[in-house]
């Protein structure tokens, strides 16, 4: 029981950890810093640990998906992140295969239920 448990554990965590970058990029159309980005994906279904979202961040920046800025006019400096253009296309064409693979996956799914 406790295996089984851990392969599912893993198993989750690889399925999550596939549909965080887009995600991501769905959300950072406008600026936001970390914690409201996190606070934004819980508010809509999608946790988030820290820990997971700060090095994706970083990871999508060295890529060019995002680029980012600190604010330090206010009392807490914050570092706000924001899509850029490459990251906006590489996003429309993750959301187009998103769309098409949960389609046929709705499909299967619904193929066990008949």
Request: aromatic share 8%.
């Amino acid at each position: 029981m406790g295996e089984e448990k851990d392969l599912l554990s893993a198993l989750l965590l690889e399925l999550r950890r596939g549909t965080l970058t887009i995600s991501v990029l769905s959300q950072l159309k406008e600026p936001k810093y970390g914690y409201a980005l996190v606070q934004s994906m819980e508010e809509k279904g999608v946790a988030i640990d820290p820990n997971t979202l700060y090095p994706l961040l970083r990871r999508l920046e060295s890529q060019g998906l995002l680029e980012s800025k600190w604010e330090t006019s206010s009392t807490k400096p914050r570092k706000y992140y924001q899509r850029t253009e490459y990251g906006t296309e590489i996003y429309k064409q993750l959301k187009t295969y998103w769309k098409n693979l949960s389609a046929g996956m709705e499909r299967l799914l619904r193929e066990e239920e008949v």
